[in-house]
């Protein structure tokens, strides 16, 4: 049995003896992927989504945390923590939620049984299996909708007030005592909402957010063994789904600040913000150049990528092809927010501009958002190994479909880590190959250079970082040979 765990928002420098001594201890007996990447946007959904297709946006179609759908709300985004709406919009398009085969439909073609639990939104636990190949526990729902006996056994669903302590104790024991011995599956994802939450609220390395981690690793003491006990050839992957920001708060909501230069109605939703996504209507997308000309000016922006289709109008800016975007629901603007290696207060790297009230966040084309966590121990695991061999998000369902005796579908983004299974290369003999993408985009006084630096393995590429130089001033233009 394969148990593929995500910790919500868990960065790798956040494991810790003194804090998660059981991930710590079985870190030691496996393997940890010191350079594993989450999709970009740097969000939870997206990043569901890549899990459990082994692809990246432009593929799998969920394209950013929120998503503008005119068919269901024409002045406002939907959210992909809402399923409801998730599904609404596949529904309206006549078509599919997720584009890419996923791994629920995989086993199930090849006679393999999946289950799902996930204390985050009911969107994020969905999301893992769209399609509901096998059962899925999530603290407000669980599916198929129209069984219920889980639930109704658990004492569930969990009423809207309960906190994610007690969302993790419910779709933990919905797993070891329902779906585990009830269904045998071959593979389970298990996707708890910490410390994701704490961090938000409280920040990184707050006492809120160690007190979360370790409850956390209690959890899975116990998960573990349980499981163990029900299988004893149990291969565990513990990875989360983005990296965090601390943030630093300035006045920037975009959509505001169009509005103030004449650019934006406020009158109507010509333009509308979904998360790290700009959607232009009606006048708005006639004044596309005037837009990009104006966010090139300001000095919150972090990077900005057009639609493929609209290049012709802004040819210096990069495609959201660029960082593995594009696709018939994205944007035609995509956007991310400055970042830096400044430090927090109690001295964790990582600050991300953003007009949030909340302390920290994530979604930015920073290192510290991008590096997410990947750690894997069990069988056909190796043993005490470190590597600094690129990886990611989108690789977990190739190598899980490997370990079960399955050819991954060529079409996945994502490749087999051999690196990190027992009679694979040594990740020390492994080729890696670093590229950087740059484009200038120009400024009133000035130009401003954007670069996305890559790192590819094999035919799958994975993004690093992505920088943008700060908007010129005529002194710096000055001083300029």
């Known amino acids: 049995m394969i148990l593929l765990i995500v910790w919500d928002g868990l960065r790798p420098d956040m494991v810790r003896e003194e804090t998660t001594p059981f991930l710590f201890e079985m870190a030691g007996r496996g393997v940890v992927c010191r350079a594993s990447h989450c999709a970009f946007p740097t969000a939870t959904r997206i990043n569901s989504a890549s899990l459990t297709t082994g692809c990246y946006p432009r593929k799998h179609g969920i394209v950013d945390n929120e998503l503008y759908v005119p068919a269901l709300d024409a002045e406002r985004p939907i959210s992909c923590a809402d399923w409801r709406a998730l599904q609404a919009m596949a529904d309206a398009e006549g078509g599919r939620l997720v584009d890419a ?21 009911p969107g994020t636990t969905y999301l893992t299996n769209p399609t509901v190949t096998g059962p899925i526990v999530n603290w407000a729902v669980t599916w198929p909708e129209d069984d219920e006996t889980i639930a109704a056994r658990l004492g569930g669903p969990l009423s809207a007030e309960s906190d994610s302590l007690a969302r993790n104790a419910y779709v933990l024991q919905a797993l070891t005592e329902e779906l585990l011995p009830r269904w045998q599956p071959d593979l389970a994802t ?4 910490e410390p994701d939450h704490a961090q938000h609220y409280h920040g990184l390395g707050s006492p809120e957010a160690l007190a979360a981690l370790r409850a956390l690793d ?3 003491r116990h998960l573990v063994a349980t499981a163990a006990s029900l299988d004893d050839a149990l291969t565990c992957f513990l990875l989360s789904d983005h990296g965090f920001d601390t943030i630093e708060r300035v006045d920037a909501e975009p959509v505001d600040e169009l509005r103030v230069a004449g650019l934006a109605s406020s009158e109507s939703a010509d333009v509308v913000r979904a998360s790290n996504s700009l959607y232009l209507n009606g006048a708005a997308r006639d004044r596309l150049e005037e837009i990009v000309a104006f966010l090139l000016e300001r000095p919150w922006l972090g990077a900005l990528w ?3 289709d609209l290049r012709q109008r802004a040819p210096f800016l990069q495609p959201q092809e660029a960082v593995f975007g594009g696709h018939g629901r994205s944007a ?6 400055r970042w830096s290696d400044a430090a927090n207060a109690v001295g964790v790297p990582g600050l991300m501009a953003s007009p949030s009230s909340i302390v920290a966040t994530h979604g930015s084309g920073s290192p510290y958002a991008l590096n997410n966590t990947l750690i894997a121990w069990g069988a056909g695991i190796k043993a005490g190994v470190v590597s600094d061999v690129p990886c990611g998000i989108v690789d977990v369902a190739p190598t899980a479909l490997h370990l079960l005796g399955l050819q991954p579908p060529r079409e996945m983004d994502g490749r087999v880590l051999g690196e990190v299974l027992k009679g694979g290369p040594n990740p020390d003999s492994v080729l890696v190959r670093r590229s950087v993408r740059e484009a200038a985009y120009p400024c009133t006084q000035g130009r401003r ?12 590429d994975y993004i690093d970082r992505v920088t943008l130089s700060p908007p010129p001033t005529r002194d710096i233009e000055r001083n300029e040979p």
């Open 101 to 121: 085969p996923t791994l629920g439909e995989l086993l199930r073609d090849a006679g393999k049984q999946m289950v799902s639990v996930g204390s985050g939104s």
């Open 190 to 193: 298990v996707w708890l909402t």
């Open 218 to 220: 209690e959890q899975l």
């Open 306 to 308: 057009v639609r493929q």
């Open 332 to 337: 035609e603007l995509l956007l991310s927010f």
């Open 449 to 460: 250079i954007q670069r996305i630096h890559y790192s590819h393995v094999a035919c799958t």
